[in-house]
């Protein structure tokens, strides 16, 4: 149960616990009902009730719920709350319906082509402005490894309905970062970063080659970050939805880089697919512009 605050967005009142169900949080925030749910929500000004049950029968009185709905409490589920307050969708809380009668999910040709109107404009404007910065990039990569090293990073990624392609970044690990031919995981103090990657991935100017993908078409200025074939055929078995996030087209930015710091493990590849989620169901010209 919560109410909403002034400013704070809300306030949680306390927790009612169904029959049966073992506690799990501080006693004190238990309320313990002495009469109909509805009843205590008039008398403490409850505005919303949070459904967050792990087992999907019907532990709580329906009846309750719909006579709370009928006072003017707003009744939603768990997934639903992280979604309007948090920003993401919990991948273990929504069921396989969820996807086709949910709200959102949406995209007509009209915005389709004004996506990509947005997305070819931003970058032409990205390139005016970084194009110093990308040759000083240039002619700092050079000296660490020899003027006979190769400047961009070419790798192979998966985009829109899962077709690859060659995502073009700065160079920032060593050349023989991948020697044996094995996939791996960039961690945050990678052995393999030179000391010139280090300063460019700390400040993503080892992203902005990706203008040229988003040029071509294979990606977008807004969208998921674009993943290893190797990490999504992994990912996918071992994460619910995971492939939904390749409904649209990868970005160079997005909802998950903003919301969620940088990660590289199986972990974080679910925390930040929650938020991609959110991305693929709420995405249009609005929230671009916002991220």
Not at 82 to 89: L, N, S, V
Not at 199 to 211: A, G, S, V
Request: glycine residues 8%; hydrophobic residues 40%.
């Amino acid at each position: 149960m919560r109410r909403q605050a002034d400013r704070q967005g809300f306030t949680i009142v306390g927790f009612v616990r169904t029959g049966g169900e073992d506690s799990r949080i501080d006693g004190e925030r238990i309320i313990n009902l002495r009469g109909p749910l509805a009843e205590y929500t008039r008398q403490t000004e409850i505005d919303q009730l949070v459904v967050a049950l792990d087992d999907k029968r019907d532990l709580l009185e329906m009846d309750e719920l719909l006579e709370c709905r009928m006072k003017g409490v707003k009744v939603i589920d768990l997934a639903t709350s992280f979604e309007q307050e948090a920003g993401k969708i919990l991948v273990d809380f929504t069921p396989p319906r969820w996807r086709a009668f949910n709200d959102g999910f949406q995209c007509s040709a009209a915005s389709k082509a004004a996506k990509r109107g947005f997305d070819i404009g931003a970058s032409f404007l990205m390139l005016t402005f970084s194009w110093p910065i990308m040759l000083v990039a240039t002619l700092a990569i050079w000296p660490e490894d020899g003027f006979g090293a190769p400047v961009f990073f070419h790798q192979e990624r998966v985009g829109l309905h899962g077709r690859r392609f060659k995502v073009v970044k700065f160079r920032s690990m060593r050349v023989d970062a991948e020697g044996d031919g094995k996939a791996r995981w960039a961690t945050r103090n990678d052995n393999r970063v030179t000391r010139v990657g280090a300063f460019m991935r700390k400040t993503r100017i080892d992203e902005l080659p990706q203008i040229l993908n988003v040029l071509a078409g294979d990606m977008a200025f807004v969208g998921p970050r674009p993943e290893r074939p190797e990490f999504v055929k992994e990912l996918a078995q071992r994460i619910p939805y995971y492939n939904i996030r390749h409904r649209v087209k990868p970005g160079i930015t997005g909802w998950a880089q903003l919301c969620y710091p940088y990660g590289a493990s199986e972990t974080d590849a679910r925390q930040t697919l929650q938020f991609d989620l959110y991305y693929v169901k709420n995405h249009g010209l609005f929230l671009d512009f916002t991220i």
